[in-house]
């Protein structure tokens, strides 16, 4: 398959393998995180960490959206499936997601009313479909899943859809990667750049990472191939002493990124502080819906006098046990996603929480670091 095979390609790859054993310099180490998800997922399944020299450690980052979902988010996704006449429509991974008391899943059969969808359009339909219902679409994910939603937004208005509403959580990657760097702990040499946000932002929004923190960085795509030499691009700026951004990705991702895109995405949202599981509230991380489509913003339009969930919209509770707060339980989580931890560090792996029966967020979603782990490593 064009595209796949060629980048899958195990001489090739045992090739770069061999060029980066010769490109580092024996008497340093080098900690390099991959950001998103996907390649933490290839990392994994490829078993790339295998072909690195023992001075070459990847760190996982946050770039999970489901991971990154605070349980305050979920908390008032709980709270709005209580209200009357309401339908939480949602991707599959989040309903697993554990909120501070309950998981979306958890209330699924007491309320009746959250519905998996598969895309926003999806979402759209639901609400044509149910006139007498108020449907509230959770919105998550980065730059990547943001402007399809956005389109979402702007056809509802157009359209005068008027049960339709968006509970933003969405978030963007460089403020997230700026906390990351300010923090110095855990030290980091250089970034794989999700390549997947860059498509839309393009490479210029990071290039303050090399620029005021003399940190290298890669745009590299998912396939084995393009990570083991976006690790070789990464070790040449290091040895080069000349960190930049570069592209490795370029078959997709374009310096400037996708303009239409880009301009949907400030047609619709402002940017807002946000909160991230893990890494706390992190400034102007988030997108929160304009003024001018606040018909369509859920927080806008939907009082809930606290986290208590009710079937009714009288505030009583559902009657479901307490189940867990993840930290409570051990789960460390957190630190996995800043790259302090890794899965097998938490007593919980494989143990208490696995894909089927997570603990925390990390071991929700395919994506999730810790799950990664343990479905291929
Ligand atoms: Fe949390 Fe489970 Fe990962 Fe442990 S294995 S850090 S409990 S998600």
């Not at 969808?117 to 339909?125: E, G, P, W």
């Not at 760097?181 to 970034?191: A, L, M, N, Y």
């Not at 097998?344 to 979603?365: N, Q, R």
């Amino acid at each position: 398959m064009k595209y796949v095979d060629e980048f899958r390609d195990k001489g090739l790859i045992k090739n770069v393998a061999e060029k980066i054993k010769e490109a580092v310099n024996p008497k340093k180490s080098y900690r390099f995180m991959e950001v998103c998800g996907t390649h933490t997922m290839s990392i994994a399944r490829f078993g790339l960490k295998h072909l690195l020299p023992p001075n070459v450690k990847m760190l996982s980052g946050p770039g999970c959206p489901v991971c990154v979902t605070p349980t305050s988010f979920i908390d008032k996704a709980i709270a709005y499936a209580g209200l009357k006449d309401t339908i939480i429509a949602t991707f599959g991974d989040m309903v697993k997601v554990p909120g501070s008391t309950y998981s979306l899943q958890e209330v699924r059969a007491e309320t009746g009313n959250i519905k998996v969808v598969y895309s926003t359009l999806d979402a759209l339909k639901l609400a044509s479909r149910n006139p007498g219902k108020r449907i509230v679409f959770l919105g998550v994910g980065f730059e990547t899943t943001a402007p399809t939603i956005a389109a979402a937004i702007m056809e509802a208005k157009s359209k005068g859809v008027d049960n339709f509403f968006v509970l933003s959580g969405h978030k963007v990657m460089p403020p997230a990667l700026k906390a990351l760097v300010k923090d110095k702990d855990p030290r980091i040499d250089g970034f794989i750049l999700p390549a997947h946000v860059s498509a839309i932002i393009g490479a210029r929004p990071y290039a303050f990472i090399s620029e005021r923190y003399g940190i290298s960085n890669v745009i590299a795509g998912f396939e084995p191939l393009d990570i083991m030499q976006g690790i070789y691009m990464l070790i040449k700026q290091i040895e080069d002493g000349d960190p930049r951004v570069d592209i490795q990705y370029n078959r997709v991702v374009r310096a400037g990124g996708n303009k239409v895109a880009q301009n949907i995405l400030k047609r619709v949202f402002d940017s807002v502080d946000a909160e991230w599981r893990g890494l706390g509230v992190i400034r102007a991380s988030g997108l929160r819906i304009k003024r001018e489509f606040s018909r369509i913003d859920a927080e806008k339009n939907f009082k809930t006098k606290s986290r208590t969930v009710s079937r009714t919209g009288t505030g009583a509770e559902i009657n479901l046990p307490r189940v867990r707060d993840a930290a409570d339980k051990g789960c460390i989580c957190g630190k996995v996603l800043k790259g302090l931890s890794e899965p097998k560090d938490c007593k919980l792996f494989g143990k208490g929480c696995t894909p089927e029966h997570p603990i925390g967020a990390c071991m929700v979603s395919s994506e999730g670091t810790c799950s990664a782990w343990y479905l291929h490593l």
